[in-house]
C-alpha cells in the first residue's frame, strides 16, 4: 500500500508511551498497535483528529504517500 503510517515515529519524537495515547483516543492498545504496523485499511476522522489533539500534530505528520515502483 502507497500509503505509509509515521505514527511510530511521531510517537518516538515526542516521547509519548502509546498506552497513553490508546487511553486518551479511546481506542485499545492493540488497536493502536495495529494502526502503528500500518496494518489497517482505514481509520476513523474522530479517531485522527484526537491522536493529532494528542500529539500536537497534522494528519500528514502520521501519514505519507510512497509512490509504487512502475
Known sequence: ????????????ERNVK??????YVGITEANLS????????GI??????????YLDCQPGDLLRFERLSE
Not at 1 to 12: D, F, T
Not at 18 to 23: I, M, P, Q
Open 1 to 12: 500500500m502507497p500509503i505509509r503510517v509515521r505514527l511510530n515515529v511521531v510517537l518516538a
Open 18 to 23: 502509546s498506552k497513553d495515547l490508546a487511553e
Open 34 to 41: 495495529l494502526l502503528k504496523q500500518g496494518k489497517v485499511k
Open 44 to 53: 476513523r476522522f474522530d479517531t485522527l483528529e484526537r491522536i493529532c489533539d
